[in-house]
Every structure is written in structure tokens, then in C-alpha cells.
């Protein structure tokens, strides 16, 4: 989380490409796993029983 707001902070955004590293983390391929994760779930009926 540290590592996306110092890249917020430096850009003024998180439109991060995929293949975007900072200081050797996948920060681009993480934002991205992590919206999946938050739309895939966040109000899905039913996600909690799969």
C-alpha cells in the first residue's frame, strides 16, 4: 500500500501499466490482481460460499 501511494503522490494518479515496477515490486500487476479481487467480490451474491 506504501509503495502505490508514493507512486500516487509522485504521478498525481494509479493508471499503472502492468509491467510497472518500483523498487523490485510488481506494483502494476498488483493494482491490477487487486481490483479484480475487490469488483470480483464486493457485492457478487454468493462469493463467500465458493
Not at 12 to 37: C, E, M, N, Q
Not at 42 to 49: E, L, Q, Y
Request: proline share 6%; aromatic share 8%.
Amino acid at each position: 500500500m506504501a509503495t502505490a501511494r508514493a507512486y500516487a503522490e509522485r504521478h498525481g494518479h494509479l493508471a499503472v501499466p502492468r509491467p510497472t515496477t518500483v523498487d523490485g515490486f510488481a506494483l502494476g500487476t498488483w493494482l491490477i490482481i487487486s481490483a479484480g479481487v475487490s469488483t470480483a467480490s464486493a457485492g457478487s451474491p454468493g462469493w463467500d460460499t465458493v
